[in-house]
T-cell receptor, first 111, second 112 residues
């Protein structure tokens, strides 16, 4: 019973490098989300998807891109990493207006 | 914009006492609310939820109260235990937006 799985769990990047975080869910959820969490702060929504092939911007979308080519996967890309993107990234999924289920997080450090 | 806030950033309670964590929300159109618990190094875990057509909902040792008049949400934990030590977040959801908005969190410390 995997739920929401995020890979990788840890990553260190140099400024300007690019990378992709993968989120996979096995609950057949329609809705998927990417949040970032900074120390002492809550969760801020980066991008979300309401179905396969759709994406939308959240509160803090700049510097990130996403894709939802398959219903079970939601990818978060950093085009050109900056130190300000050092954070813990959480993926989550839900069915309509229901409990949001989170992954364990991906800790990203940008040097 | 929309926001969800908490009154107390840190709450310390004695083991065995009851805890109350508060949350204010700003969007009167929000119709679904969730409380999450986050332990260090882990993702948020669901505790309890409530929809706007209810005022109170009880779970095992936890109760959520919703006051729509003053846009206030609270989480009550009965007989607080050391394992309850964590950061607690409230989240609000507004139908039609598909977005869950989180507050900054309250750290609960349980004193032995």
């Amino acid at each position: 019973n995997a739920g929401v799985t995020q890979t990788p769990k840890f990553r260190v990047l140099k400024t300007g490098q690019s990378m992709t975080l993968l989120c996979a869910q096995d609950m057949n959820h329609e809705y998927m989300y990417w949040y970032r969490q900074d120390p002492g702060m809550g969760l801020r929504l980066i991008h979300y998807s309401v179905g396969e092939g759709t994406t939308a911007k959240g509160e803090v979308p700049d510097g990130y891109n996403v894709s939802r080519l398959k219903k079970q996967n939601f990818l978060l890309g950093l085009e050109s990493a900056a130190p300000s993107q050092t954070s813990v990234y959480f993926c989550a999924s839900s069915s309509l207006a229901n409990v949001l289920t989170f992954g364990a997080g991906s800790r990203l450090t940008v040097l | 914009g929309e926001s969800v806030g908490l009154h107390l950033p840190t709450l310390s309670v004695q083991e065995g006492d009851n805890s109350i964590i508060n949350c204010a929300y700003s969007n009167s159109a929000s119709d679904y609310f969730i409380w999450y618990k986050q332990e260090s190094g882990k993702g948020p875990q669901f505790i309890i939820d409530i929809r706007s057509n209810m005022d109170k909902r009880q779970g095992q040792r936890v109760t959520v109260l919703l006051n729509k008049t003053v846009k206030h949400l609270s989480l009550q934990i009965a007989a607080t235990q050391p394992g309850d030590s964590a950061v607690y977040f409230c989240a609000e959801y507004t139908s039609g937006t598909y977005k869950y908005i989180f507050g900054t969190g309250t750290r609960l410390k349980v004193l032995a």
